[in-house]
T-cell receptor, first 117, second 116 residues
């Protein structure tokens, strides 16, 4: 079956520190991979995505590279800001259609990031 | 262009009461989803509608029913609320093509439900 495992939080960093949030996946087929971000009191927003092996997704200084050999999609940012405080979710979508479930996302449990000034 | 809207934003129910959560999108998406978010559990899919006129169970459908009223609207109903249904509920939508490719899922702001 499909699953996503991401590092447990909470993660607390000082402003301008380097961020890594680990994400690994298990999937049958060839999934697309995503990072979503949830700011306090809001819904989820797409942060970045990658649709095939070795693709790098990037947005707002965040990056993640689709590594098929290690089944990983780790999120990184070189210098975090207080405004990056949020919960980050890794997710996959299997592009093969299993019983009409195409498009369904499988989420990790989320990692809460707090950035202190 | 409001994106995905959900009503209500907050709701408190007593055990056994019923209610319907409303969701609408104005992006002409064909697929819509209902998730619940619980602490330490991430998001879990309750029901989805791949296209107008179809609905299917997700990972945690027990205790819920859905209606895809038209292309824009997808409602979630709790017939007899239980404390275990205390959660934050998110609606999402996307455009899913027949070839297996889908675009980004867009999420609503959520409904915070407490069942006493």
């Amino acid at each position: 079956g499909n699953s996503v495992t991401q590092m447990e939080g909470p993660v607390t960093l000082s402003e301008e520190a380097f961020l890594t949030i680990n994400c690994t996946y298990t999937a049958t087929g060839y999934p697309s991979l995503f990072w979503y971000v949830q700011y306090p009191g809001e819904g989820l927003q797409l942060l970045l995505k990658a649709t095939k092996a070795d693709d790098k997704g990037s947005n707002k200084g965040f990056e993640a590279t689709y590594r098929k050999e290690t089944t990983s999609f780790h999120l990184e940012k070189g210098s975090v800001q207080v405004s990056d405080s949020a919960v980050y979710f890794c997710a996959l979508r299997n592009r093969q259609n299993y019983g009409g479930s195409q498009g369904n996302l499988i989420f990790g449990k989320g990692t809460k990031l707090s950035v202190k000034p | 262009n409001a994106g995905v809207t959900q009503t209500p934003k907050f709701q408190v129910l007593k055990t056994g009461q019923s209610m319907t959560l409303q969701c609408a999108q104005d992006m002409n998406h064909n697929s819509m989803y209902w998730y619940r978010q619980d602490p330490g559990m991430g998001l879990r899919l309750i029901y989805y509608s791949a296209s107008e006129g179809t609905t299917d169970k997700g990972e945690v459908p027990n205790g819920y029913n859905v209606s895809r009223l038209n292309k824009r609207e997808f409602s979630l109903r709790l017939e007899s609320a239980a404390p275990s249904q205390t959660s934050v509920y998110f609606c999402a939508s996307t455009f899913a093509s027949g070839g297996g490719r889908t675009d980004t899922q867009y999420f609503g702001p959520g409904t915070r439900l407490t069942v006493l």
